[in-house]
């Protein structure tokens, strides 16, 4: 492809990739599958590393983040901002209506718009590209949170045309960036998983996540953001519906939930209307704004010194209830992590029955200072379970005991352990504590690891009948076994045990995965298998190699790098080599593939973990552009070498001054 040809194609893919992040993102209509998705932006990927003169800060590769920490710089806002009053009560909204009438006259409208609960950002774009954004800060300067910012795919890095409304050079919009529910609840699992404290609701892990060093991390939040506040010399109408509406065309994701109201008794029926129906968005609001339409009657109202008068928040009250505390739960899951979670005497609380809530931790617990019988407040923040907020000490038992965290696993009695700087407790007998063993047979099984046809139920059932103790034993199972148990039949145990073995294809990656190492989610078996290529060199790095990884911090290194030195491990996984699962990468990461090597003649010597990886280190040599040379002349441009190399080779090279490396070593180069 010639320098025009290459411009042009990575000019289309940044506008298809961009045109499926709006649709998916904004609009909620994808239109690529993922895997389309992922095929054109690695093809950009590759591109953009190719020609680096081509690169542009908004494109959407740069959407995934940077691994760079990054230190925030304090920007003064052109427009203050500025925030508002607020009132919980119908009486001060009438005032405020009626102080409204008298400066303005009869003749006005309101736009009712979502209180979004987050956190309030600005948005400056030049020319239709995104150039900052900064955080709200104390109204006259905040932080410069741009790198963040552009890793939030429903924020447009570069705007859609609109002919008939065209965005000017230079405006600023406002809006709040937000987590849902669904985002907040992934979020607080992991964190929970790895010792971390979570969360309290997903305000803070919104305003959290957006002041992340790493932008990297901020990408993998799942942040929404709603504009709601366009700013700029000339707006395009006097009505802010409508250039809200026209905003939405440049591709900004505005509510769709905003309403015109004539006067207070309709302002009224939609607070009313969104106080239950808040339940069922899918991220959390805690008030209505209540705005004048009119751009010039709102220059007409003005400003106090920190709020404007046009407008005015209506906050709905938290809803909360109280109930006692029946008992506590400590679950076990599937990495000895134990979970707290309260029983409740069940209670109705914002449309549902409350039956338990989530404790988290022990720190949870101690700071509740939570007694037996206690009666507990209760809300919902986000989570499907409510959480406990505080306890009505009125309603304290007179000489009631103080509650202490279990020291011992609640099901193997094994004495509990608390890491250093993590906030959870876990149960270290992984080999013989019940809930464990199951957990990481259901794990192994489940769809995104191994894909055996196989619920919960059936794992209980093996386990119990001691047909399986781990997850190797499931591929001795035989038909004639799994027919005598309970609900099944013949037919039904030929398509258990089918899919068994229908699970021995499944690629290294995701075996990685299964087998349930502490902290290797879906992303880090990825990195870790196609970065080594085996399980054999795995085994074989340290945790320093481990930890230069992509995904892999200091933990997670620690964490695989015990795992692969546990002779039990070992044991197993010799046993599921011998049934036939794959613990080579079939694809040397395609990631790689690239010019990067282009001109050089290599040459591969000695031996290396297994002989299969000497084979994949020959092809990342010809896949990055690169000439395979079998004997040492002068045109040879460096030797990787592993463990007893060719004498020959060596003593030819170093003659000709031709550099010998490592396997590290050339992996670094690219
Ligand atoms: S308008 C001049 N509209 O609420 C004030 N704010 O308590 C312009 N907020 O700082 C703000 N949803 O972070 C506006 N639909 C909405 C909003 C909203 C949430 C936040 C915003 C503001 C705070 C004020």
Redesign the pocket.
């Known amino acids: 492809m010639t320098k025009e040809q290459i411009a042009k194609q990575i000019n289309i893919l940044r506008q298809q990739l961009e045109q499926a992040n709006y649709k998916y993102y904004v609009l909620a209509q994808p239109e690529l599958s993922d895997y389309e998705f992922d095929q054109k932006l690695k093809e950009l990927q590759q591109l953009e590393t190719e020609n680096p003169e081509f690169f542009d800060q908004n494109s959407p590769t740069q959407r995934v983040g940077s691994d760079v920490n990054q230190e925030f710089t304090q920007v003064f806002h052109k427009y203050p901002?500025?925030?508002?009053g607020?009132t919980y009560s119908k009486g001060e909204l009438e005032d405020f209506d009626l102080r409204v009438k008298k400066i303005v006259g009869d003749n006005y409208c309101y736009d009712c718009?979502?209180?979004?609960?987050?956190?309030?950002?600005s948005l400056t774009y030049r020319n239709g590209m995104l150039v900052s954004a900064v955080t709200?800060g104390d109204g006259v300067k905040g932080d410069d949170v741009t790198t963040n910012v552009r890793t939030i795919k429903s924020i447009p890095l570069k705007l859609n045309q609109n002919i008939n409304n065209p965005w000017p050079n230079e405006f600023e919009i406002?809006?709040?960036i937000l987590m849902p529910h669904s985002s907040f609840e992934r979020l607080n699992v992991e964190r929970t998983e790895i010792g971390e404290m979570p969360f309290a609701n997903p305000r803070n892990a919104a305003a959290g996540s957006l002041k992340t060093q790493n932008s990297a991390i901020v990408a993998k939040r799942g942040l929404d953001c709603?504009l709601?506040?366009l700013l700029m010399d000339k707006l395009p109408t006097d009505s802010h519906f409508q250039n809200m509406d026209i905003a939405r065309s440049w591709g900004f994701k505005v509510?769709q939930h905003?309403r015109k109201a004539e006067n207070i008794e309709e302002v009224w029926d939609f607070i009313n209307y969104w106080d239950k129906e808040r339940y069922n968005l899918p991220y959390d609001?805690?008030?209505?704004?209540i705005?004048i339409d009119s751009m010039q009657m709102r220059q007409t109202l003005g400003?106090t010194a920190k709020?404007?008068r046009w407008?005015i928040?209506y906050k709905f009250k938290a809803e909360e209830a109280a109930s006692p505390l029946l008992s506590i739960d400590y679950q076990v899951g599937r990495t000895g992590v134990i979970t707290p979670v309260a029983n409740l005497a069940p209670v109705a609380l914002a449309g549902t029955m409350v039956k338990r809530a989530t404790l988290h931790n022990a720190d949870i617990i101690k700071a509740l200072d939570l007694h037996e019988g206690d009666t507990v407040f209760i809300e919902k923040g986000g989570e499907i379970i409510p959480k406990i907020t505080r306890v009505n000490l009125a309603l304290r038992p007179k000489d009631a005991k103080s509650i202490h965290y279990i020291e011992n696993c609640p099901v193997c009695g094994a004495k509990l352990v608390r890491n250093q700087g993590e906030a959870g407790h876990y149960c270290p007998n992984y080999r013989n504590c019940p809930p464990q063993i199951k957990g990481k047979i259901i794990h192994f099984v489940t769809r995104k690891a191994m894909n055996i046809n196989c619920g919960e139920a059936t794992v209980e059932l093996l386990y119990n009948q001691n047909l399986v103790k781990n997850y190797a034993d499931l591929y001795m199972l035989t038909v004639e076994q799994v027919e005598k148990l309970e609900r099944f039949a013949k037919k039904s145990a030929e398509n258990f045990v089918k899919s068994i073995n229908d699970s021995k294809s499944v690629p290294f990656e995701r075996v990685l995965y299964a087998l349930g190492i502490r902290y290797v989610g879906e992303q880090a078996a990825k990195s870790l298998a196609f970065t080594f290529g085996s399980i054999d060199n795995i085994k074989n790095a340290d945790v320093q190699q481990i930890s230069q990884t992509d995904d892999i911090g200091e933990v997670i290194a620690k964490s695989v790098y015990d795992w692969m030195h546990d002779p039990e491990n070992l044991q197993i996984v010799d046993r599921l080599k011998e049934y036939g699962l794959k613990f080579t990468a079939e694809v040397v990461d395609n990631r790689s593939k690239s010019d990067k090597l282009s001109g050089l003649s290599i040459i591969v010597t000695g031996s290396f973990a297994t002989p299969q990886r000497r084979s994949e280190l020959e092809e990342i040599v010809k896949a990055n552009g690169a000439k395979l040379q079998s004997s040492v002349n002068a045109k040879t441009s460096f030797i990787v070498a592993g463990e007893k190399p060719g004498g020959s080779k060596i003593e030819k090279a170093n003659k000709l001054g031709i550099k010998i490396i490592t396997e590290q070593e050339f992996l670094d180069m690219l």
């Open positions: 901002m500025l925030s508002l607020n718009e979502l209180k979004f609960d987050g956190t309030s950002i709200r406002r809006g709040e709603y709601y506040y509510s905003t609001i805690d008030g209505i704004v705005k400003y709020t404007p407008a928040a």
